[in-house]
């Protein structure tokens, strides 16, 4: 992939907000923010960010989610979870 540089001449406070509003929306910055609508744009989509518009898991997603519910519940009553009594423990564990 051959990548290039996209200079957007902009007011220091229209680039500030438009950081917080990537932020508040889980993106790490405003470039991975506009890299995605870019996308989106190219592709012929619409990106609609605001809360109600993500409307419900579809029937297919909560019957995966209710599978995991109950196979970790399993797991659970089965005492094969691992727990950990502090974070040093938990962290020692992952890098294990």
Request: overall charge neutral.
């Amino acid at each position: 992939m051959s990548k290039v540089k996209l200079q957007v001449p902009m007011d220091k406070k229209l680039r500030d907000e438009l950081e917080k509003r990537a932020l508040s929306l889980g993106f790490d910055s405003a470039q991975a923010y506009i890299r995605v609508w870019a996308k989106a744009e190219t592709e012929g989509r619409h990106l609609n960010f605001d809360e109600d518009s993500w409307g419900e898991p579809s029937p297919e997603a909560i019957a995966r989610w209710d599978k995991q519910i109950k196979e970790i519940e399993a797991d659970k009553k089965a005492g094969k979870l691992k727990s950990y009594t502090s974070v040093e423990e938990f962290m020692k564990d992952l890098r294990a």
